[in-house]
């Protein structure tokens, strides 16, 4: 746990005011914490990033105070991803505000920029293991993501949503 918070001092006095966290957190081993030149990184309280995880912020990453990132997980901001306190992610989930733009030339796949619209998850949210938030989503409060849930569109408050893709299972 030393080395955790050790590395969290680190990614503050590197990134400076990119990375803002008020509360004394961890980042665990082999962690990609990417803060571009026009990216932030602000948090409300304490964070606890596990190991292997990526925060790439090329646009602005906002998280609110207790947060959970689990092992291989990754969010990727290109320009605003919103999260809100009290949200725990479970294991290898994909939060992302893009998508690849794409185009067929002559017959040939060509992959040129991104397609991109913020994403934003409530309070008390709890997302499962390997799913994926899409770009343009908004996760209300209180719900509960299931593992393997492909989330592509807005997520009503008080709910538990599953499937690919995910659908209200019921409400809470």
Known sequence: KITCVFRYV???????????????SMIGKQCGVHIFKRGKIHCQGRIIVNDYCMLYAKGNISIGSQFNLNRFSRIVAHQQIE???????GQSVAILDHDH????????????????????????????????ILRGVTIG???????????????PSNSIIGGVPGKVLKAI
């Not at 503050?12 to 509360?23: E, N």
């Not at 991109?116 to 994926?132: A, F, L, M, Q, R």
């Open 10 to 24: 680190l990614t503050q006095v590197y990134y400076g005011k990119r990375f803002y966290c008020p509360q004394l």
């Open 83 to 89: 999260i809100g306190d009290y949200v725990t992610i």
């Open 101 to 132: 733009h794409y185009e067929m030339m002559g017959g040939q796949l060509v992959l040129e920029g991104y397609d991109i619209k913020p994403v934003k998850i409530g309070n008390n949210v709890w997302i499962g293991d390997k799913s994926t």
């Open 141 to 155: 409060d209180n719900v509960i993501i299931g593992a393997n849930t492909l989330v592509n569109k807005d997520v």
